[in-house]
């Protein structure tokens, strides 16, 4: 008896899970750990959609592609989130995704048009340092000094390809040149930024590639100022995250309500301290306390995401040059 | 020869050799089926290749040739802490990249301690950052197992002929002609190609210590096309260059082993009279100590920094703790139903490059592997149900040349020594297998478990494609912390990491060894 009472409830439990809907995003590992956004995001989505939010990490923005491409028109996913700039432009010669009609206040520096893909944060790259460093103001000051620099490879990498893009962007055909000044200074090349970032929290280098909010992490989560972001009057380039939905959905109204979700003051204000980026939208609240502390660029580098493929070949190759001799 | 001299099935041995080769064809095939542009090999690609096999024949012969006088004096010595020295012999080879990484920079980097004594000394500070960064990470990775493969060599050799070179008053010198340099001459190809092929397929150690593009590897080549350019004709191409190099290694080398066995004996251990001149125990002193204090040293450094972050772990990491675990365990079960038939069937044969298919598993990019099963499976089911079972499968074919190393050497002895007795006796099948062959396969059948349980307990290979997000693993945690800025959690996850792997390989390895001195 005991048992078709179990029996019994276990059926109900199942045909009540299948008559919920479910979402399913595809989306970067970090997302969906657990002090990443992923749990706050389902959570809060979960209340308002009557539906079951399944959010499933694939390495990074580049493996999410990678898979999408592998799977193509069948793939189980309702929405990608955790494309970036670069990655645009070859996300959307898959043809899989579908317009949207997200309207939304950015707060990007940028005016933000792309049809398809909206965005849910971003973030200037940036070299970290340790207070006691005085950075330099340019690259090519930072070609001229003795500093160590720790960065990661543009074809393992996308804050390594973000490098790239940014020194193309600030010194097109001068770039080959910047990257031979600088080749002395880069004491490494990792494979991805979690090494990189690594090495430079063991002293290995004196700055390393990475975000201008990184210093908020270390301020907010471990109460340590020690850190800050180089300001280079270049100008940043940016990296832009962003969001589609897939035309093969079988959840596409669900799937356009979970990208207004995303630009909404609920999951903008669970993002900066979980992803550590800027929001897309400013919460009303304002930003998390520590982040008015971040140095902020004068100037904003960003590439028309179409012209990204053939600007990276190009950078690509002067790049593996420079750094090869 | 000794084919007739034993009644060893050989359908299970080609059949799990039959097995591995389809799962390693299949993929390729897979990908190759997907595969549209495809652009050749470029001069960078030649590049990629030169470095790669150029930097691997340093290591591995490097690492080989330094194993050979610390395995010599490892053998020939007995004191306290060496049973714990030989089981951390497995340690530097089981970490996870990145953590190992940084142990070592944590001795030979710029700010780490071998610079601050030189600081301190007056004398100008050394970069680790280079090819020789690189041999010296395979090196330290390598030698180790190496070292490990040479002492199963030494203790193999029957304790009769040490009594017999003793009475006639052999030279250490002479020794070594006569008893062990025949012993090494079978042993030190197979752990050549194995280091060679571990070598050959580094990515993340050869281009964080090579110190940027030029320490390119193959591998770096195959993660371009698969994850950023998704060129899966090169890809596959370059996975086939890797496989490639890795048997043609393979095969090459495994020729070298000569066909003679060194005889049978009691089974029992003797005291090495040839041993006891001061000379010979300053010498193996001094050699014991370096070895393990170029091994320890950056160990330390990985438990210190992770003894520190211990408490910051959050509740999860214990969670996946026990995920790897079960699929540990789960590896080593599989990993012997394929090396125990497969080695058997191998040292029933003639010494040849039965190994190499065992190596060729290694040698395959788990990107490759990963990929191709993915494209074989998900038109069919849905990938993450299969997680489990692919990581299983991948995890035992990456340890099976290991084992394979391990169990062939003593495998064919025993063949040699009881196989005419046995077929006379028509001792047959399974009971073959346990009255003759298991008894005298113990000690390595424990290494082998040992040693796979280790590898599983900290790889992350396949995982990224199939990572189920309900069942997230050890490493996975460890790299998800990292990822997210919680660098010290990630050094107490990863010191976790390394207390379990060493635990499941102690228990393995000791378990075999249980009333048998090794």
Same mark, same amino acid.
């Given at each position: 008896?005991?048992?078709?009472?179990?029996?019994?409830?276990?059926?109900?439990?199942?045909?009540?899970?299948?008559?919920?809907?479910?979402?399913?995003?595809?989306?970067?590992?970090?997302?969906?750990?657990?002090?990443?956004?992923?749990?706050?995001?389902?959570?809060? +989505?979960?209340?308002?959609?009557?539906?079951?939010?399944?959010?499933?990490?694939?390495?990074?923005?580049?493996?999410?592609?990678?898979?999408?491409?592998?799977?193509?028109?069948?793939?189980?996913?309702?929405?990608?989130?955790?494309?970036?700039?670069?990655?645009?432009?070859?996300?959307?010669?898959?043809?899989?995704?579908?317009?949207?009609?997200?309207?939304?206040?950015?707060?990007?520096?940028?005016?933000?048009?792309?049809?398809?893909?909206?965005?849910?944060?971003?973030?200037?790259?940036?070299?970290?340092?340790?207070?006691?460093?005085?950075?330099?103001?340019?690259?090519?000051?930072?070609?001229?000094?003795?500093?160590?620099?720790?960065?990661?490879?543009?074809?393992? $990498?996308?804050?390594?390809?973000?490098?790239?893009?940014?020194?193309?962007?600030?010194?097109?055909?001068?770039?080959?040149?910047?990257?031979?000044?600088?080749?002395?200074?880069?004491?490494?090349?990792?494979?991805?930024?979690?090494?990189?970032?690594?090495? +430079?929290?063991?002293?290995?280098?004196?700055?390393?590639?990475?975000?201008?909010? $990184?210093?908020?992490?270390?301020?907010?989560?471990?109460?340590?100022?020690?850190?800050?972001?180089?300001? +280079?009057?270049?100008?940043?380039?940016?990296?832009?995250?962003?969001?589609?939905?897939?035309?093969?959905?079988?959840?596409?109204?669900?799937?356009?309500?979970?990208?207004? +979700?995303?630009?909404?003051?609920?999951?903008?204000?669970?993002?900066?301290?979980?992803?550590?980026?800027?929001?897309?939208?400013?919460?009303?609240?304002?930003?998390?306390?520590?982040?008015?502390?971040?140095?902020?660029?004068?100037?904003?580098?960003?590439?028309?995401?179409?012209?990204?493929?053939?600007?990276?070949?190009?950078?690509?190759?002067?790049?593996?040059?420079?750094?090869?001799? | 020869?000794?084919?007739?001299?034993?009644?060893?099935?050989?359908?299970?041995?080609?059949?799990?050799?039959?097995?591995?080769?389809?799962?390693?064809?299949?993929?390729?095939?897979?990908?190759?089926?997907?595969?549209?542009?495809?652009?050749?090999?470029?001069?960078?690609?030649?590049?990629?290749?030169?470095?790669?096999?150029?930097?691997?024949?340093?290591?591995?012969?490097?690492?080989?040739?330094?194993?050979?006088?610390?395995?010599?004096?490892?053998?020939?010595?007995?004191?306290?802490?060496?049973?714990?020295?030989?089981?951390?012999?497995?340690?530097?080879?089981?970490?996870?990249?990145?953590?190992?990484?940084?142990?070592?920079?944590?001795?030979?980097?710029?700010?780490?301690?071998?610079?601050?004594?030189?600081?301190?000394?007056?004398?100008?500070?050394?970069?680790?950052?280079?090819?020789?960064?690189?041999?010296?990470?395979?090196?330290?990775?390598?030698?180790?197992?190496?070292?490990?493969?040479?002492?199963?060599?030494?203790?193999?050799?029957?304790?009769?002929?040490?009594?017999?070179?003793?009475?006639?008053?052999?030279?250490?010198?002479?020794?070594?002609?006569?008893?062990?340099?025949?012993?090494?001459?079978?042993?030190?190809?197979?752990?050549?190609?194995?280091?060679?092929?571990?070598?050959?397929?580094?990515?993340?150690?050869?281009?964080?210590?090579?110190?940027?593009?030029?320490?390119?590897?193959?591998?770096?080549?195959?993660?371009?096309?698969?994850?950023?350019?998704?060129?899966?004709?090169?890809?596959?191409?370059?996975?086939?260059?890797?496989?490639?190099?890795?048997?043609?290694?393979?095969?090459?080398?495994?020729?070298?082993?000569?066909?003679?066995?060194?005889?049978?004996?009691?089974?029992?251990?003797?005291?090495?009279?040839?041993?006891?001149?001061?000379?010979?125990?300053?010498?193996?002193?001094?050699?014991?100590?370096?070895?393990?204090?170029?091994?320890?040293?950056?160990?330390?450094?990985?438990?210190?920094?992770?003894?520190?972050?211990?408490?910051?772990?959050?509740?999860?990491?214990?969670?996946?703790?026990?995920?790897?675990?079960?699929?540990?365990?789960?590896?080593?079960?599989?990993?012997?139903?394929?090396?125990?038939?497969?080695?058997?069937?191998?040292?029933?044969?003639?010494?040849?490059?039965?190994?190499?298919?065992?190596?060729?598993?290694?040698?395959?990019?788990?990107?490759?592997?990963?990929?191709?099963?993915?494209?074989?499976?998900?038109?069919?089911?849905?990938?993450?149900?299969?997680?489990?079972?692919?990581?299983?499968?991948?995890?035992?074919?990456?340890?099976?040349?290991?084992?394979?190393?391990?169990?062939?050497?003593?495998?064919?002895?025993?063949?040699?020594?009881?196989?005419?007795?046995?077929?006379?006796?028509?001792?047959?099948?399974?009971?073959?297998?346990?009255?003759?062959?298991?008894?005298?396969?113990?000690?390595?059948?424990?290494?082998?478990?040992?040693?796979?349980?280790?590898?599983?307990?900290?790889?992350?290979?396949?995982?990224?494609?199939?990572?189920?997000?309900?069942?997230?693993?050890?490493?996975?945690?460890?790299?998800?912390?990292?990822?997210?800025?919680?660098?010290?959690?990630?050094?107490?996850?990863?010191?976790?990491?390394?207390?379990?792997?060493?635990?499941?390989?102690?228990?393995?390895?000791?378990?075999?060894?249980?009333?048998?001195?090794?």
């Amino acid at each position: 008896m005991k048992y078709l009472t179990f029996a019994t409830a276990t059926l109900a439990a199942t045909t009540a899970m299948a008559e919920t809907p479910e979402l399913v995003v595809y989306t970067y590992d970090s997302f969906v750990s657990e002090w990443g956004p992923g749990p706050a995001i389902e959570k809060a +989505f979960e209340e308002v959609c009557a539906c079951d939010l399944r959010l499933v990490g694939l390495g990074d923005g580049a493996a999410l592609l990678a898979r999408l491409k592998l799977e193509g028109a069948r793939s189980d996913a309702d929405v990608v989130m955790g494309l970036d700039t670069a990655l645009i432009a070859a996300a959307q010669e898959t043809g899989l995704f579908q317009e949207t009609d997200i309207v939304a206040d950015y707060a990007l520096p940028v005016e933000w048009t792309d049809p398809v893909f909206a965005p849910y944060d971003w973030g200037y790259f940036a070299f970290v340092h340790n207070k006691d460093v005085t950075p330099p103001a340019n690259f090519k000051a930072l070609g001229e000094s003795d500093l160590k620099i720790v960065i990661q490879d543009p074809r393992s $990498s996308t804050p390594g390809l973000g490098l790239l893009m940014w020194v193309k962007n600030a010194y097109r055909d001068e770039a080959p040149a910047i990257w031979e000044a600088m080749a002395d200074n880069v004491v490494t090349v990792t494979k991805g930024w979690s090494e990189a970032y690594g090495l +430079f929290l063991e002293g290995e280098a004196d700055m390393v590639l990475s975000y201008t909010t $990184s210093p908020a992490y270390h301020l907010i989560a471990e109460e340590d100022d020690s850190k800050a972001a180089a300001i +280079f009057d270049e100008g940043h380039y940016m990296q832009i995250e962003v969001m589609g939905r897939l035309a093969g959905s079988d959840q596409p109204e669900l799937a356009a309500e979970f990208l207004k +979700f995303m630009v909404s003051d609920a999951a903008q204000t669970i993002l900066p301290t979980t992803n550590w980026m800027y929001p897309a939208v400013t919460p009303d609240a304002g930003l998390p306390k520590g982040f008015e502390t971040l140095t902020v660029p004068e100037k904003a580098l960003h590439v028309d995401v179409q012209n990204v493929p053939a600007l990276r070949e190009e950078a690509l190759a002067e790049w593996l040059k420079a750094l090869s001799q | 020869m000794a084919q007739s001299a034993l009644a060893i099935s050989r359908k299970t041995g080609i059949s799990a050799a039959l097995l591995v080769l389809a799962l390693i064809v299949l993929a390729l095939g897979a990908v190759i089926s997907r595969a549209e542009t495809g652009a050749g090999l470029g001069a960078a690609d030649w590049a990629a290749i030169r470095f790669t096999v150029l930097q691997a024949l340093w290591s591995s012969g490097l690492s080989v040739l330094l194993a050979v006088p610390v395995a010599r004096a490892l053998a020939r010595r007995r004191f306290f802490g060496r049973g714990a020295l030989v089981t951390l012999l497995g340690a530097p080879f089981i970490l996870p990249v990145i953590v190992a990484v940084l142990g070592l920079l944590a001795v030979f980097g710029r700010s780490g301690w071998l610079n601050t004594a030189l600081e301190a000394a007056g004398l100008p500070a050394v970069s680790i950052y280079g090819f020789h960064g690189v041999v010296l990470a395979h090196v330290f990775f390598n030698m180790p197992l190496a070292t490990r493969l040479l002492l199963m060599g030494w203790q193999n050799i029957p304790s009769e002929r040490f009594r017999l070179a003793a009475q006639i008053r052999l030279t250490p010198r002479a020794m070594f002609r006569a008893v062990e340099w025949p012993m090494l001459m079978q042993v030190v190809p197979g752990a050549l190609a194995l280091v060679f092929v571990i070598c050959l397929t580094s990515f993340a150690v050869a281009l964080t210590l090579g110190g940027g593009p030029r320490a390119t590897t193959i591998e770096l080549a195959i993660y371009q096309a698969f994850r950023f350019d998704f060129d899966l004709g090169r890809a596959a191409l370059l996975s086939v260059v890797q496989l490639v190099l890795a048997g043609g290694m393979a095969l090459l080398v495994l020729r070298l082993v000569p066909d003679i066995t060194l005889g049978g004996g009691l089974d029992r251990m003797m005291p090495r009279w040839d041993a006891r001149g001061g000379v010979q125990r300053i010498v193996d002193t001094i050699v014991i100590v370096l070895a393990a204090l170029f091994l320890l040293v950056p160990l330390v450094a990985v438990v210190w920094r992770g003894v520190q972050g211990w408490a910051q772990m959050p509740a999860q990491v214990y969670h996946a703790a026990g995920i790897s675990i079960m699929v540990a365990i789960a590896s080593i079960a599989v990993l012997l139903g394929l090396a125990l038939p497969m080695a058997g069937w191998i040292a029933a044969r003639k010494a040849d490059g039965g190994e190499a298919i065992g190596l060729l598993g290694l040698s395959a990019s788990p990107l490759m592997i990963g990929t191709g099963w993915f494209i074989v499976i998900n038109p069919v089911a849905d990938p993450f149900d299969f997680a489990l079972v692919v990581t299983m499968l991948v995890n035992a074919m990456m340890a099976l040349p290991f084992a394979l190393r391990i169990l062939v050497p003593p495998m064919r002895d025993a063949v040699r020594q009881y196989g005419r007795l046995s077929l006379m006796l028509d001792v047959q099948g399974w009971r073959l297998w346990r009255v003759v062959l298991l008894p005298r396969l113990r000690a390595p059948i424990g290494y082998a478990a040992g040693l796979t349980g280790a590898l599983s307990m900290g790889d992350l290979g396949v995982i990224a494609l199939f990572a189920d997000p309900d069942r997230v693993t050890l490493p996975l945690q460890m790299v998800r912390l990292m990822g997210a800025y919680r660098m010290d959690a990630a050094a107490g996850a990863a010191l976790l990491l390394l207390a379990l792997s060493l635990g499941i390989f102690w228990i393995c390895d000791k378990g075999g060894r249980w009333r048998a001195e090794a």
